[in-house]
């Protein structure tokens, strides 16, 4: 994550996921910043129920085609137990909302995990969630979004994804 953001200081607010991979980051870039970090309960992972803890190797081993199933329709074929996209989405949507008020005109970066990026690349592109799997996200990269308001209207546009600094 270090690498990701390399030397870039720009950022007026740094908001997290409360688990301890992105929250002890988040906190450290943020001390050395001199920038407030939130972190917030609505950006924590997505529940995979049965799969949690478990490797994609570990998945397939039991059904190859288990995880192409998933990525291919992620609603109907979600593992027992996990948490549904579509609730995912209404908690990372309220998170969004939150940092979009609170944070006009600023420069945000927020540290999560792929479900809550992809997430928040439905809320800000209008994606819908059953493609939103057929988005990859790699470790530590970022995505940058860019949010333009005009009176009450707004519009996000996918900077880059994916990237580092």
């Known amino acids: 994550m270090w690498s990701a953001v390399g030397a870039f200081d720009g950022w007026n607010a740094i908001y997290s996921s409360p688990l301890l991979r992105c929250s002890e980051f ?3 870039l943020g001390e050395r910043l001199g920038v407030d970090v939130y972190v917030d309960e609505r950006l924590k992972e997505g529940g995979f129920g049965v799969w949690e803890g478990r ?3 570990e998945i397939c081993a039991e059904d190859p085609q288990r995880l192409f199933r998933f ?4 609603i109907e074929a979600a593992p027992e137990g996990a948490e549904a996209l579509s609730a995912l989405h209404d908690r990372v949507g309220e998170a969004w909302g939150t940092m979009l008020d609170r944070h006009v005109g600023q420069h945000v970066l927020v540290v999560v ?6 997430m928040l690349m439905a ?13 990859e996200v790699g470790n530590a ?4 979004l860019k949010v333009e308001r005009w009176d009450d209207e707004m519009l996000a546009s996918l900077v880059f994804h994916d990237g580092k600094l």
């Open 26 to 28: 988040a906190q450290a």
């Open 55 to 57: 490797l994609p190797s």
């Open 71 to 74: 990525k291919r329709d992620p």
């Open 113 to 118: 995990h792929a479900g809550v990026i992809r």
């Open 123 to 135: 809320h800000a592109l209008g994606l819908p969630l059953a493609n939103i799997y057929r988005i």
């Open 141 to 144: 990269a970022l995505t940058r």
